[in-house]
């Protein structure tokens, strides 16, 4: 028993003695490795591969607007497109979306929507070419402070892939089913130059800081996203795709504003403006934001309470030396003013046609002079207002009102407004 023990007890000696051996070899391998990844890594950052699939690559099909999903795991995480076909996909590695369909399919060149950089796959090397910086700027442009003093100045005219020429700012916003009330309201925000100016450069609002678990300046990158596409002047079609822009829309409105159901321009409008003046920290001072500092007005607004009708003259004369009718006067801020439209007649003309009359701007404008008086209905009380503007705004935005709800329909008046083009 005891040569046993002595025997097994060397045995263990020779065994532990055998496997720290092997495990420093293993150990050496593995810090060859490393060595030799480092110096490849260091190769790869020196020289500048080039890929023998860049001809296959087909500007045609990109498109860059929609949202950074995965088509087959619908996942945000590391997304990567192929620049052959134009889809999304997830990963780089072995039995990843991406690898399997340039495997599949043999599409080669991929782009990381993220970090920007070119990759050929199944070899997973980094594609660096100047060739591709156009690729690039596609998906995220970029503005610098002299560029963006001279697109006042310029009017020169760009040309996408397929020969369309196109003005830059000028472009048309896709209609995906139903929000073209959407569309009207950005394409306006976007040729606010202070606004404009603003979103163009990213560095702006990048040092905003929200709350933890507040996610809605996802609006404003979004916005400024938006805004540096529609100014592309290397855009490769001659149109824009909300889609981004609209998905916040939906998130943060609460499903208020769709793109798949018609809305009313003006709520969408009040709304958006308080939201990204809410995103980007402003407070109710002027200057606390890019929004209230371009859009933001003050009025004088004058009240009085008018008393019942069925009042004889004695009593109501009583009520008018009441502090309850005294005239009150407040001041409110505004960021857009609404212009009222006189109604549309009801008879038509000899040719039993109906008469579309014509108002100028400035006879609408005339609710805004502190003499024109005009009554407010609530359910109980009548009220007379007079509005005076007491100081303008930079850009001052005024909404006609042409559409009026009644019991069963809603009343369209079709009244033209003639205004001064310059």
Same mark, same amino acid.
């Given at each position: ?5 002595q ?34 890594? #260091? ?15 087909? !500007? /045609? ?9 995965? @088509?087959?795991?619908?996942? &945000? ?14 990963? !780089?590695? $072995?039995?990843?979306?991406?690898y ?13 929507? /993220? ?14 070419? @100047? ?12 503005? @610098?402070? +002299? ?5 006042? $100045? ?21 209609n995906?089913? %139903? ?29 905003? #800081? ?17 805004? &540096? ?8 079609? %001659?149109?824009? *795709? ?15 504003? /769709?793109?798949? +159901? ?20 402003? #407070? ?9 500092? $371009?859009?933001m ?6 009240t009085?309470?008018?008393p ?13 030396? =009441? ?8 001041e ?27 108002? *100028?701007?400035?006879?609408?404008? =005339? ?10 209905? =609530?359910?109980? +009380? ?7 503007? =007491? ?17 069963f ?5 079709? $009244?033209i407004?003639?205004?001064?083009? #310059?």
């Open positions: 028993m005891a040569s046993f023990n025997n097994s007890d060397e045995n263990k000696q020779n065994g532990k003695r055998k496997w720290n051996e092997s495990h420093s070899d293993i150990e050496r391998n593995c810090k060859d490795d490393e060595d030799d990844h480092s110096t490849t890594d #260091k190769w790869m950052k020196k020289v500048h591969r080039l890929c023998p699939y860049l001809d296959t690559i087909n !500007r /045609q099909v990109l498109d860059f607007d929609f949202e950074k999903l995965c @088509s087959v795991s619908l996942s &945000r995480i590391n997304v990567y497109a192929c620049l052959v076909c134009g889809k999304y996909f997830q990963g !780089r590695g $072995t039995n990843t979306h991406a399997t369909h340039s495997v599949a399919e043999s599409h080669h060149v991929f782009l990381n929507l /993220q970090t920007l950089k070119f990759y050929c796959l199944p070899d997973n090397y980094e594609i660096v070419d @100047s060739s591709l910086d156009d690729i690039k700027y596609v998906l995220n442009p970029t503005f @610098s402070p +002299e560029h963006v003093s001279l697109l006042d $100045t310029c009017d020169k005219r760009s040309r996408a892939i397929d020969g369309t020429l196109y003005l830059p700012g000028i472009v048309g916003l896709n995906i089913k %139903a929000n073209d009330y959407c569309n009207v309201i950005l394409q306006a925000l976007s040729n606010v130059t202070p606004l404009r100016d603003y979103f163009l450069d990213e560095v702006n609002y990048a040092k905003v #800081k929200r709350p933890p678990g507040d996610s809605i300046f996802l609006l404003v990158q979004r916005f400024g996203e938006l805004m &540096r596409k529609l100014w592309n002047p290397r855009n490769f079609k %001659a149109h824009v *795709s909300p889609h981004e822009m609209l998905q916040a829309v939906v998130l943060w409105s609460g499903k208020k504003f /769709q793109f798949t +159901e018609q809305g009313d321009p003006i709520d969408f409008l009040s709304w958006f403006l308080n939201s990204l003046h809410r995103a980007l920290n402003g #407070k109710k001072s002027r200057n606390s934001s890019i929004v209230y500092k $371009t859009f007005g003050s009025m004088r607004v004058k009085r309470k008018i019942p009708v069925e009042l004889d003259e004695k009593q109501r004369y009583s009520l008018l030396c =009441t502090d309850e009718y005294a005239e009150h006067v407040s409110s801020p505004f960021l857009y003013l609404t212009c009222d439209l006189p109604p549309p007649p009801l008879f038509k003309d000899e040719v039993m046609e109906n008469i579309i009359p014509q108002v *100028s701007l400035y006879s609408l404008l =005339t609710k805004f002079n502190n003499e024109t008086e005009k009554e407010y209905k =609530t359910y109980k +009380e009548n009220f007379m207002k007079r509005f005076e503007i =007491t100081q303008l705004p930079p850009y001052l935005i005024l909404y006609i009102k042409r559409f009026t709800k009644n019991t329909f809603v009343e369209k008046n079709p $009244t407004v003639n205004f001064p083009v #310059k």
